[in-house]
């Protein structure tokens, strides 16, 4: 009987769905994979572009602004620190430890040059906002069409 056991009735298909979802399961934690995953960069940065420019910001709480390192080179930003650990007090002992520390570099290219004497960057709550104007080359001109 295809579909009886000793524990009864048993529908393969459930069998199988069950077994896929264990295999999953087992998989998304397995650390011997590292190539299956992808690990977020740090910082968490967003970029937006408009015809003016660019604008990133990114979530840096705890770190000293002067110890921060903006680069602009034609069409890449690079942005670059270290996020110093906390020095516990003696007889303190971490019961949970997720915030990361140490350097840290992370580059973006832009679609298009940068003018970079015109960079301004604010670092305001433990977010780092940086204005990215387009160099004048790069930005969009809009073409008088004349009649003949």
Do not use: C
Not at 20 to 35: C, D, G, K, T, V
Not at 82 to 95: A, F, N, S, T
């Amino acid at each position: 009987m295809f579909g009886r056991t000793f524990w009864g009735t048993m529908d393969p298909w459930n069998e199988m769905e069950r077994l896929r979802r264990e295999m999953n399961r087992l998989f998304s934690n397995f650390p011997l994979l590292p190539e299956l995953r992808v690990a977020p960069g740090y910082p968490a940065m967003n970029v937006w572009t408009n015809e003016e420019g660019a604008v990133i910001t990114a979530e840096l709480p705890g770190i000293d602004p002067e110890k921060l390192d903006i680069s602009v080179v034609e069409n890449t930003l690079t942005l670059s620190g270290e996020r110093k650990p906390l020095e516990l007090k003696e007889g303190e002992v971490y019961h949970r430890r997720e915030r990361g520390y140490g350097k840290f570099t992370r580059s973006f290219q832009l679609p298009f040059n940068v003018d970079a004497n015109n960079v301004h960057a604010v670092y305001e709550k433990g977010v780092l906002r940086i204005n990215l104007p387009r160099a004048e080359a790069d930005k969009p001109r809009k073409i008088a069409v004349k009649a003949a």
